[in-house]
T-cell receptor
């Protein structure tokens, strides 16, 4: 039972354009969502998060949108840079004492071409 | 510098052998976690500990054991009962502030069973 799904295994984008990574979830108890970036043979690093009380959170070139009715979130990267090439995981938490118990999607490999 | 240190980075094991992966953090975080990553899959939670001398099973705890005798340390033992132990293992920690869930990850340990 995949509670968090990233249906696109890979995404290829030209430098300077927008990258949009998508994530769907099924568990209505999730109330906090995060995006992590991961390079090969390294641990993931936190990128941006959003609470379920918001529908948008922005941090520099990164914006996360949350559509609770559709149980969908997306990560926008504008403008995309070659250094953004990595695997991106979305993750969800049910909050409360479940902090840190994240349910991860399968990941999307983003390639940004110069 | 504060962070999470995992060792060894690469480990080879013969079938039937137990192996222990080390995880140490100097972030003064209360909660620590072990995740496993397999190719094409998201991270899956093995065990977690929110306080010293206490730990809980995650989604895939079978064949694994942990201890939490010190706040800084959360070693994971992969036992011979684990049917498919070859994977990338990630240790993480969080301050435990409710409503956040942001995890700090180590660099990972790659275990290969020969």
């Amino acid at each position: 039972d995949q509670q968090v799904k990233q249906n696109s295994p890979s995404l290829s984008v030209q430098e300077g354009r927008i990258s949009i990574l998508n994530c769907d979830y099924t568990n209505s108890m999730f109330d906090y969502f995060l995006w992590y970036k991961k390079y090969p043979a390294e641990g993931p690093t936190f990128l941006i998060s959003i609470s379920s009380i918001k529908d948008k959170n922005e941090d520099g070139r990164f914006t996360v949108f949350l559509n609770k009715s559709a149980k969908h979130l997306s990560l926008h990267i504008v403008p995309s840079q070659p250094g953004d090439s990595a695997v991106y995981f979305c993750a969800a938490s049910a909050g409360g004492t479940s902090y840190g118990k994240l349910t991860f999607g399968q990941g999307t490999i983003l390639t940004v071409h110069p | 510098d504060g962070g999470i240190t995992q060792s060894p980075k690469y480990l080879f094991r013969k079938e039937g052998q137990n192996v222990t992966l080390s995880c140490e953090q100097n972030l003064n975080h209360d909660a620590m976690y072990w995740y496993r990553q397999d190719p094409g899959q998201g991270l899956r939670l093995i065990y977690y500990s929110q306080i010293v001398n206490d730990f809980q099973k995650g989604d895939i705890a079978e064949g694994y054991s942990v201890s939490r005798e010190k706040k800084e340390s959360f070693p994971l033992t992969v036992t011979s009962a684990q049917k498919n132990p070859t994977a990338f293992y990630l240790c993480a920690s969080t301050s435990g502030r409710a409503g956040t869930g942001e995890l700090f990850f180590g660099e990972g340990s790659r275990l290969t069973v020969l």
